[in-house]
């Protein structure tokens, strides 16, 4: 079974539950994170779950829908903007697999995170997990939807920014629209290309 060689490994060793964490929106310069995670029945397989990066928006949103169906238990964190500028994205993304895992905790868990290493002991950080386990596969895709569907209601409350084509990312769109209108408050104000604007709008201000 493809994706389930953890899995298999951290059963075989005696554990009982295998909880599966992984995030969304660690690059883009504006919008939450989304951090995640999922518990399985013991045994629960289904070959269609992968990194969410390697599926289509309506794949993505039919697997959110089968996770949560098929989750023995799941837990979605969303970090504000402000915790992601005053913690720095890496530690940020760290407080909420954490926090995934205190909401979720079992007596004898295994902890798989798409490399991430945690303060809990029972834990493996797998480069690149989210496509070699199930358990992260299936975080990335609550985290990945989550978010999506975050920066598409901003796309209706600040339309001139594109949200929901680029969901937060520094794509050229996204680098033209804050030159001309600003930043917004939805804006990492810690990340390089938000902070020039500012550094820009400062200097006009002085």
């Known amino acids: 079974m493809i994706r389930y060689e953890y899995e298999t490994k951290y059963y075989q060793e005696g554990y009982d539950y295998i909880i599966g964490l992984d995030e969304a929106?660690?690059?883009p310069m504006a919008?939450?994170?989304v951090v995640a995670g999922v518990i399985f029945p013991k045994g629960f397989y289904d070959e269609r779950i992968n990194d969410s990066k390697q599926l289509s928006k309506k794949k993505r949103e039919e697997l959110y829908a089968?996770?949560?169906?098929n989750a023995l238990a799941y837990d979605i964190e969303i970090i504000s903007v402000?915790?992601?500028d005053k913690l720095n994205v890496y530690q940020a993304s760290k407080q909420g697999m954490e926090k995934c895992l205190e909401n979720l905790k079992r007596d004898n868990m295994f902890a798989l995170s798409d490399a991430m290493p945690l303060n809990y002991i029972n834990h493996e950080a797998i480069i690149k997990g989210d496509a070699k386990s199930i358990s992260i596969g299936a975080a990335s895709i609550l985290a990945k939807v989550t978010r999506d569907r975050l920066m598409e209601e901003y796309a209706r409350v600040y339309p001139e920014y594109g949200?929901?084509?680029?969901?937060g990312y520094v794509t050229k769109m996204h680098k033209e629209a804050i030159e001309k209108y600003g930043i917004c408050p939805i804006h990492r104000k810690s990340f390089a290309p938000v902070q020039r604007i500012l550094n820009k709008q400062m200097s006009f201000n002085l």
């Not at 089968?66 to 169906?69: K, Q, R, T």
């Open 25 to 27: 929106g660690r690059g």
């Open 31 to 33: 919008g939450e994170l």
């Open 66 to 69: 089968l996770v949560i169906d």
């Open 82 to 84: 402000e915790d992601v």
């Open 163 to 167: 949200f929901d084509k680029h969901k």
